[in-house]
């Protein structure tokens, strides 16, 4: 577990790349809002959350979800109550931080395949950059993982 990171993880870097290609700035991982936001706009009180499939058990909202299939082979007893308090934990952070009026944006890791999906998703959620300007967006790169 010393291992797994719960930052800056490579799903999280591909959305702030495309965010900061976008010409869109935000604040990371706010210790104080519940559950330590992955991405947060300030001032359009809204949060992107960037969720890795098999540790957030996507599997079990999206039964198509590729990423998640796999399951522990060992220790069992203890992987599955641990994801289930994943789980838990994600929907009562989610319940919190709409309670206090910020609205959430969540991205999944399997999603990320499709980045034009993802960029419109992300475009239509946030609203209109405040760059001024137009740029040239470049093509956001995945390297594939195996």
Known sequence: MSRIRSTDTK???????????????????????????DITFVSRRKIIEVRGCYWHAHLRYDPSCWEARSEAKSNRAYWRPKMDRNVERDQRN?????????????????????????????????????????????????????
Request: proline content about 6%; glycine content about 6%; overall charge positive.
């Open 11 to 37: 799903p999280e870097m591909i959305v702030r790349r495309l965010l900061h290609s976008l010409g869109y700035r935000y604040r990371l991982h706010r210790k104080d809002l519940p559950g330590k936001p």
């Open 94 to 146: 989610l319940a919190l931080l709409n309670e206090a009026g910020w609205a959430v944006l969540i991205v999944w890791e399997c999603e990320l395949r499709d980045l034009d999906t993802v960029r419109e998703r992300i475009v239509a959620f946030l609203g209109a950059s405040n760059s001024v300007g137009s740029r040239s967006v470049p093509p956001v790169k995945v390297r594939e993982t195996s």
